[in-house]
Structure formats: structure tokens, C-alpha cells
């Protein structure tokens, strides 16, 4: 299994630009994550879905972040527009059922300037 | 809200010392609790996941144990490798929930 899929792993843009970050989860994980770590706040859960509807998106801060999951494997994170406090790794972490151990991708690495 | 503090932020050791790591919480009602490892530039692994009913749990040189009535926890690895380096986080969750609650981790430096 090649596990959690994200990509891109770095992505460089300024501020105001639209960025969409992707995630493949692991085949046959009905949950699925988003996270953003920063050094300031460490790990902060953004949004929760569950067979590819979203339940919990408590953690979203502003509206310029939304987030899909059009199928089983594949969601996107946007944030439009970005500003330089987005910057951050934001991690997509999937697992079997919502309270089994998550699996987490390798991140990607967001910098606006 | 739950809290989670991992104390010291920073550890380095000699190789063969054996590693205490330690994660206190909060909020001490039942919990699950797991430990994380992240190597630099990567994601999260999960160690070793302590259900709300157990008191511990051993995978190899790994030991980590929960004491629910003082929200605490501590990681033992035994006999510390150089390719032990990483930082190690732990995470609170409710029983029959999803959301993890993390500590800042504790960053560990084995040394040859």
C-alpha cells in the first residue's frame, strides 16, 4: 500500500493567490482528515469527513478555507484568497473507521509570501 | 477545552540511555491515547495506541503507559538508538471519537 498521498509537497505562492492542496487517501479508509501544523498553534484538525461528507468542519478558520471530497480517494483543501498566516504543513491523515489510528501523509509544505 | 503538554520540549541522549518521554493532559475523564513519531519533513506514525480500558502498551523497545486518574502518560524506549531521533507527540482523543487532541511533542537527539 503506498499509504497517504499528498501533493503537492512544497508550494510557494503570494499572497492573494488561490492555492489547492490534494490528497489521496489509503484504499478502503472511509475517514478522512485535514490538519495544519504550525509552530505557534502545533497540530490543528481543519475538517472531518466520513464516506466522503463532511462532518466536522469547526476547524476551518475563515471562509476562504473550504474543502471537498468528491469521491473515496481524492480530496482537495482551497484557500482563496491566501494570505502569508496560511503558511504552514498542512497534513491529510485517512483511517478505516473515524476512531481507528490515523494515518497520516508526508504533508505539503505551504509558503506564502 | 483539552490540553495536552509534553515535557521536555527538547531531549539528547547518549546512545544505549534508555528514553522517557512524558505527555499530561487536562481533562482526566476516559481517554485513548496514542504516541506519534514525525521525522523531519514528514508525517506522522503512529507508535502505539493505549485504549481507555488498558493501562499500557508494548511494541519492542517501546512502553507507553497511561494513569487516567492523573492524566498522564509516559513513552519508554529501551536501549535508545541514533535512528530513535525524531520528534515524538502525543495525542488525547475521547473513547468513540475522532478528534485528537496533540501536544507540541518532544524533540529527541540520540548521539552516536
Known amino acids: 500500500d503506498a499509504g497517504v498521498i499528498q501533493s503537492p509537497r512544497h508550494e510557494v505562492t503570494e499572497m492573494g493567490q488561490e492555492v489547492t492542496l490534494r490528497c489521496k487517501p489509503i484504499s478502503g479508509h472511509n475517514s478522512l482528515f485535514w490538519y495544519r501544523q504550525t509552530m505557534m498553534r502545533g497540530l490543528e484538525l481543519l475538517i472531518y469527513?466520513?464516506?466522503?461528507?463532511?462532518?466536522?468542519d469547526s476547524g476551518m478558520p475563515e471562509d476562504r478555507f473550504s474543502a471537498k471530497m468528491p469521491n473515496a480517494s481524492f480530496s482537495t483543501l482551497k484557500i482563496q484568497p491566501s494570505e502569508p498566516r496560511d503558511s504552514a504543513v498542512y497534513f491529510c491523515?485517512?483511517?478505516?473507521?473515524?476512531?481507528?489510528?490515523?494515518?497520516f501523509g508526508p504533508g505539503t509544505r505551504l509558503t506564502v509570501l | 477545552k483539552q490540553e495536552v503538554t509534553q515535557i521536555p520540549a527538547a531531549l539528547s541522549v547518549p546512545e544505549g540511555e534508555n528514553l522517557v518521554l512524558n505527555c499530561s493532559f487536562t481533562d482526566s475523564a476516559i481517554y485513548n491515547l496514542q504516541w506519534f513519531r514525525q521525522d523531519p519533513g514528514k508525517g506522522l506514525t503512529s507508535l502505539l495506541l493505549?485504549?481507555?480500558?488498558?493501562r499500557e502498551q508494548t511494541s519492542g523497545r517501546l512502553n507507553a503507559s497511561l494513569d487516567k486518574s492523573s492524566g498522564r502518560s509516559t513513552l519508554y524506549i529501551a536501549a535508545s538508538q541514533p535512528g530513535d531521533s525524531a520528534t515524538y507527540l502525543c495525542?488525547?482523543?475521547?473513547?468513540?471519537?475522532?478528534?485528537?487532541?496533540f501536544g507540541a511533542g518532544t524533540t529527541v537527539t540520540v548521539r552516536a
Open positions: 495525542a488525547v482523543s475521547p473513547p468513540n471519537d475522532y478528534k485528537l487532541s
Open positions: 491523515a485517512s483511517s478505516p473507521t473515524p476512531t481507528d489510528t490515523q494515518y
Open positions: 493505549i485504549q481507555s480500558s488498558q
Open positions: 469527513f466520513n464516506n466522503n461528507v463532511p462532518i466536522d
